[in-house]
């Protein structure tokens, strides 16, 4: 009987050209999931982030809850500073006791959504707070309906389009967004410019030097 005849191994060339071979099937894979995957993806219209601008700044608010909720900043600016004089007045200008006091809860300031942070307006920072049992403005599930939009149609009819924006301030939360949404479709079909902050649920509002939008001018 005759020998068999021996299979003579793989060069290393044919090894390399098999792994190669096996990577791009690979590569191929990949590149389906990522088609297939970015066809269930919704593409979102982008909207211009918070930034300088010449125009003046009309800030909203969307809580995590979805409600919306108007921010007077310069009102709010006005009773802290109120507060602070009338501080100074009591304690000589005593500056560790007027510390106590403007930290001492019998001299909290705000409205009945928001608290001012008195501390913070002495950096000339206006720091806001949201108050628990705050109740604000719902986008109805349907926009056309102009029954439920009263309160939001006023805002968008006391924009100065020629020099005024709406600045929303957005919550990391599904209804935050979807609110959002809303309120920035109609928004432009009104020809209103819109721009917007991210920020988590908890934390606070902050305008001025440092903080998370617009300075207040």
Do not use: H
Not at 21 to 27: K, R
Not at 114 to 135: C, H
Request: glycine share 6%.
């Amino acid at each position: 009987m005759g020998r068999k005849k021996q299979v003579a191994p793989k060069t290393s060339e044919e090894a390399f050209n098999d792994i190669l071979t096996c990577l791009a099937g690979i590569l191929i894979l990949i590149i389906i999931l990522v088609v297939l995957d970015s066809k269930q993806t919704q593409i979102l219209i982008p909207t211009p982030i918070e930034q300088e601008s010449d125009y003046e700044p009309v800030y909203l608010e969307v809580s995590a809850k979805g409600e919306i909720f108007s921010i007077p900043v310069r009102e709010l600016d006005a009773l802290a500073m109120r507060k602070i004089a009338d501080v100074a007045t009591a304690t000589n200008a005593d500056q560790y006791k007027m510390l106590q006091q403007l930290s001492s809860e019998s001299n909290r300031v705000g409205n009945a959504d928001y608290e001012v942070d008195l501390l913070s307006k002495l950096t000339g920072n206006i720091l806001l707070r949201s108050r628990p049992d705050a109740v604000g403005n719902i986008m109805p599930t349907n926009i056309t309906d102009g029954t439920e939009l009263e309160w939001y149609n006023s805002v968008l009819n006391s924009i100065n389009k020629s020099n005024q924006y709406i600045s929303f301030i957005v919550r990391s939360s599904d209804d935050s967004y979807r609110s959002f949404k809303k309120a920035r479709a109609l928004a432009w079909l009104s020809g209103v410019r819109v721009a917007y902050g991210l920020l988590e649920n908890s934390e606070p509002i902050e305008f001025g030097f440092g903080g998370s939008t617009l300075n207040v001018q």
